[in-house]
C-alpha cells in the first residue's frame, strides 16, 4: 500500500517549514512514497521551503494559480491518483506516531473506509474561556470523545485516494480563498468531502493515535475573527439547506425569520443598560452565523 502526505499551502512558509520539519522527525513508515506540497495563487517561497527537506522526505512541491485550498487540494489528489493519502494543512504539528497509525488503520479496514485523528491546539495567546464556547473545534480542539461532531477536522484526516476522487474530489469554490474576499469565502471543503463520502457508503474510522496540533495565531481567536467564522460557517449550512423547505426568495422561510428575531435581540442587548459583555457578544454571534446562512442559500439558489 502506497502512502501519501498531501499539504496545501498559501502564503506561509514559515509554517509550512514548521509542519515539514515535525514530518521529517516522525517515525516514517517504509510505504511513504511522496509528501505532496500544492501552493495556490501568488508563490510566495513555499518551494524554497521544500528544497531544504528534499533529503529527509520524499517531497515535491507544485504551484496552482488559481486560489484557494479546494483547487490545490484537487490538483493534489489528481498528482497522487491512488493509495492511502493523509491530508494535513501547512499549520499544523504531529505526532510522531500519526503516520504509522494511519497505515495501520488503512490495513485494518481498507479503502471503503475514511479515516481521522484527535486534535489539540497550540496558541500564540489562549483566548479567554468563555470565548471557547463560540471557536470553531479547528481553534479549540476536537475528540471523538467530547463532542458530538462526527466529522474530521481537514487538517488531519486520510482516505484513498480513488474513490475520494471518483467521488468528485475537492471542491474549489469552498475553503480558504475560494471567494475574493475571505469573509465570503464558505468553510467546510473537507466536510462536504466526507458527507458524500459517507452518503456512498464509506465508513468513518477514528484513529485516536493520530494527534496533531493546530497553530493558532491571536488574531484567529478575536473576538472579530470567532464572528467572521461564525458568518462564513452560516455560508455553508445555507449553501447545503435541505430541499423540501418552504422558501422567501430562495431562501428557507425559517432563517429570514430567525434573522430578524436575532436582529431585535442584538439591538436589544446592545441597548439594555447593564447586560453581559458575554450577552451582547452571543446576540452578534448569532446574527453573524444567520446573515451568512440567508447569504449562502441566496448565493447556490442564484436569486
Not at 485494518?108 to 463560540?134: Q, R, T
Not at 468531502?193 to 457508503?201: K, N, W
Not at 491571536?218 to 475573527?225: A, D, H, I, L, Y
Amino acid at each position: 500500500m502506497d502512502l501519501s502526505v498531501l499539504i496545501a499551502t498559501a502564503d506561509r512558509p514559515d509554517l509550512l517549514e514548521r509542519t515539514l520539519g515535525s514530518i521529517a522527525q516522525a517515525h516514517l513508515p517504509a510505504e511513504l512514497r511522496r509528501v505532496v506540497v500544492v501552493e495556490n495563487g501568488h508563490s510566495r517561497g513555499a518551494p524554497d521551503v521544500c528544497s531544504r527537506f528534499t533529503h529527509r522526505l520524499p517531497i515535491e512541491c507544485h504551484h496552482v494559480e488559481q486560489p484557494g485550498k479546494g483547487a490545490a487540494t484537487q490538483f493534489g489528489l489528481e498528482t497522487i491518483g491512488s493509495g492511502l493519502t493523509v491530508f494535513f494543512d501547512d499549520d499544523v504539528r504531529i505526532a510522531p506516531e500519526v503516520l504509522t497509525a494511519y497505515v495501520h488503520a488503512a490495513e485494518m479496514h481498507g479503502p471503503n473506509c475514511f479515516y481521522g485523528g484527535p486534535v489539540s491546539i497550540d496558541y500564540e495567546e489562549a483566548p479567554p474561556d468563555w470565548l471557547l464556547d463560540f471557536l470553531p473545534y479547528s481553534a479549540r480542539g476536537w475528540s471523538w470523545d467530547v463532542t458530538d461532531w462526527r466529522w474530521f477536522l481537514g487538517f488531519n484526516w486520510a482516505a484513498f485516494a480513488e474513490p475520494v476522487l471518483r467521488l468528485g474530489g475537492a471542491r474549489a469554490d469552498l475553503g480558504p480563498g475560494a471567494q475574493e474576499r475571505y469573509i465570503d469565502s464558505p468553510t467546510g471543503m473537507e466536510t462536504e468531502m466526507q458527507r458524500r463520502m459517507a452518503s456512498a457508503g464509506m465508513e468513518r474510522r477514528y484513529v485516536p493515535e493520530a494527534r496533531v496540533w493546530h497553530w493558532v495565531p491571536k488574531g484567529r481567536c478575536s473576538f472579530e475573527w470567532t464572528l467572521q467564522r461564525a458568518h462564513r460557517n452560516g455560508i455553508s449550512e445555507g449553501m447545503y439547506a435541505g430541499p423540501g423547505l418552504v422558501r422567501w426568495f430562495g431562501v428557507p422561510r425559517w432563517a429570514i425569520r430567525a434573522l430578524g428575531i436575532a436582529s431585535a435581540r442584538w439591538l436589544a442587548s446592545a441597548l439594555r443598560p447593564g447586560s453581559r459583555p458575554i450577552d451582547r457578544f452571543r446576540r452578534r454571534w448569532e446574527l453573524a452565523r444567520l446573515g451568512g446562512y440567508v447569504r449562502g442559500a441566496r448565493r447556490v439558489n442564484q436569486v
